[in-house]
Structures are given as structure tokens and as C-alpha cells.
């Protein structure tokens, strides 16, 4: 991968749907040139996928909160994997360092919405117990990358 390789990854996480030949006016190659090298990025699985994002409120789904999540005893990561992708309502997660095993981040459509994936969660066997901090207002978002 290299600097042209990174100016059109760049150019279609603003824009996923930009046309090829609006990005090779940027970054200075042919629309079938960079036609090409998508094609290569997607092969290589750098593009993992091209996708919409929907605004969470307008879908119904603007409560949300981050989640630490402690365990039981040594928890492997495959299991938290199997406990979380349980939970529709869970948006994303990763483990970490510190106190916590994991931080999980929930979105729901309301308070009693949220407390019913969290319950989801708590009821796991491995999970002792968990820490929320709902969001009030979202600052900055750049979204998956």
C-alpha cells in the first residue's frame, strides 16, 4: 500500500459513494486507474466492505451508554465474543487494559431498552458485574475505520 493507495482510502471513508473519476481528480490518476487499485484493496481485504451509516436517531436507537464489563476469573476473549454477539443491541466492543475485562458500547431505543441488554449481559455465567456511563451528547463520531 502506498501514499495514492492512502489518499483514496481516505477519500472514501468521507465519501464511500464518490465516483472514480472524482477521486483520481485528487489524487492525480485515472478513474480506470483507480478502479483498479479499489479493486486491489478489496482483494487484499484492506476494504473490508462499503456500507451506509444510518443517524442512530432517526432509526430509533439514540440511547446509549459505554459499558465496562468485568469478569469472573480469567475470561478469554473468543468467549466474550460468544456473549456479546448475543446482544443485538451491542454496537461494538474490544477488550482491555486496566481493572475492566471489556468495554462495551450499547445503543438502544430508550432507558428500559438499554437496561434489558444490560440485564443481557449481566446474566452471562463469567460476568460479575458491570459499570455504565450513558452518553448525553455525542461530540465527535468518525465512525468505523
Same mark, same amino acid.
Request: charged letters at 25%; aromatic letters at 2%.
Given at each position: ?11 472514501? $471513508?468521507?465519501?464511500? @459513494? ?6 483520481? /481528480?485528487?489524487? *492525480?490518476?485515472?478513474?480506470?486507474? %483507480?478502479? @483498479? $487499485?479499489?479493486?486491489?484493496?478489496? #482483494? ?9 451509516? %444510518?443517524?442512530?436517531?432517526?432509526? *430509533? ?10 469478569? @469472573? *476469573? ?19 466492543? *474490544?477488550? %482491555?487494559?486496566? /481493572? ?8 438502544? $431505543? ?5 437496561? #434489558? #441488554? ?28
Amino acid at each position: 500500500m502506498d501514499n495514492l493507495d492512502r489518499g483514496i482510502l481516505d477519500l472514501l $471513508r468521507k465519501n464511500a @459513494r464518490a465516483g472514480y473519476g472524482d477521486i483520481g /481528480s485528487v489524487v *492525480g490518476l485515472s478513474a480506470s486507474a %483507480v478502479k @483498479r $487499485r479499489v479493486d486491489k484493496l478489496v #482483494a487484499d481485504k484492506v476494504i473490508r466492505g462499503f456500507t451506509i451509516q %444510518v443517524d442512530p436517531s432517526i432509526d *430509533g436507537m439514540s440511547t446509549e451508554a459505554y459499558v465496562e464489563l468485568f469478569c @469472573r *476469573g480469567t475470561v478469554a476473549p473468543d468467549e466474550l465474543l460468544r456473549i456479546l454477539s448475543g446482544v443485538p443491541e451491542v454496537v461494538d466492543a *474490544g477488550t %482491555v487494559t486496566g /481493572s475492566a475485562d471489556a468495554i462495551v458500547h450499547i445503543r438502544a $431505543r430508550d432507558i428500559p431498552g438499554l437496561e #434489558a #441488554a444490560l440485564e443481557k449481559v449481566r446474566l452471562a455465567p463469567n460476568v460479575d458485574h458491570t459499570r455504565s456511563a450513558i452518553v448525553l451528547t455525542r461530540l465527535i463520531h468518525r465512525g468505523a475505520e
